[in-house]
Nanobody, 126 residues
Framework: QVQLVESGGGLVPAGGSLKLSCKAS????????IAWFRQAPGRDREFIAG????????VYADSVKGRFTMSRDSAEKTVYLQMNSLNVEDTAVYYC???????????????????WGQGTQVTVSS
């Protein structure tokens, strides 16, 4: 059973930065497609960024491109999400998700992921 544990959320003023971490209990991190999603109250879960398995180039949602950076440390079995220039619209619960079999066309679809972390709250104040 894959377990994902997020950390690093918190309260930050607009324009500030946060770095989220997601530690995975897997044998080989690169064998999984891993993504960050977020969900604000009353809204659908939204794809933010993700790595396809065995691919070192992350893809990003347009809403965060140029502000957020996703990285991966295979030795630590941890993925990170560096979030800069935060604004109030970034306020949400942020989730890490993983899957071993999803196809490229499903990378941004939350239903394609089998494993989820518990989420970490990010609140950006104006």
């Amino acid at each position: 059973q894959v377990q994902l544990v997020e950390s690093g959320g918190g309260l930050v003023p607009a324009g500030g930065s946060l770095k989220l971490s997601c530690k995975a209990s897997v044998r080989a991190l690169n064998a999984y497609s891993i993504a960050w999603f977020r969900q604000a109250p009353g809204r659908d879960r939204e794809f933010i960024a993700g790595f396809k398995r065995y691919n070192s180039n992350p893809v990003y949602a347009d809403s965060v491109k140029g502000r957020f950076t996703m990285s991966r440390d295979s030795a630590e079995k941890t993925v990170y999400l560096q979030m800069n220039s935060l604004n109030v619209e970034d306020t949400a619960v942020y989730y890490c998700a993983a899957d071993q079999t999803l196809i490229t066309s499903s990378q941004r679809n939350p239903s394609a992921y089998d494993y989820w972390g518990q989420g970490t709250q990010v609140t950006v104040s104006s």
